[in-house]
């Protein structure tokens, strides 16, 4: 299955569809209830490019990315905040 690119996001004429804020969020209660996943896990959950998990992450105050840049299996997202 090809992963979806930030193309996928927006709502269509009749107003169907996913914004990208969404899907911040629903990655964004994902991680403060489990926690300790990586780029790579997040977009295989959700499917999306790596590149869209970071954005994501880049997009949300809380949220934030350890790890080396070049491997997104080891870029373990978490949030900071209670």
Known sequence: MTKQDMS??????DGCGTE????TEALSTLIALGGGRSVREIGELFN???DVVRKAVDSD???YVLGPD????KQMIEADGE
Do not use: I, N, R, S
Not at 8 to 13: A, I
Not at 20 to 23: A, L, M, N, P
């Open 8 to 13: 996928v996001f927006g709502l269509d004429e």
């Open 20 to 23: 990208f804020g969404d899907f």
């Open 48 to 50: 999306v490019t790596d």
């Open 61 to 63: 105050h809380w949220l």
């Open 70 to 73: 070049d491997d997104p299996t």
